[in-house]
């Protein structure tokens, strides 16, 4: 296999992002598409720098290298 990128494809950076769940959290690197895809699926919240940031503006939300970027479960409050 070869490790050559053509010249059509694009390379999306990626941001390392802590994820949490029921079974702890883990911290690894996603791109912008793919933090957007896991909140999603999982109907989370996605923080950037300890703001929340709705799923469907995270396309247009600046991100840099720096940037905390946490995905948690939503909390639903109740008696």
Do not use: C
Not at 44 to 55: C, E, G, H, K, S
Not at 57 to 76: C, K, W, Y
């Amino acid at each position: 296999m070869s490790d050559i990128i053509s010249s059509n494809e694009t390379i999306e950076p990626t941001y390392t992002v802590e994820i949490s769940d029921e079974t702890g959290h883990s911290v690894v690197q996603m791109t912008k598409p793919e933090i957007e895809a896991t909140a999603t699926a999982n109907n989370a919240w996605v923080f950037v720098n300890d703001r929340l940031i709705d799923t469907s503006a995270l396309a247009e939300t600046n991100l840099d290298a720096s940037s905390a970027i946490r995905v948690m479960p939503g909390i639903v409050g109740g008696a």
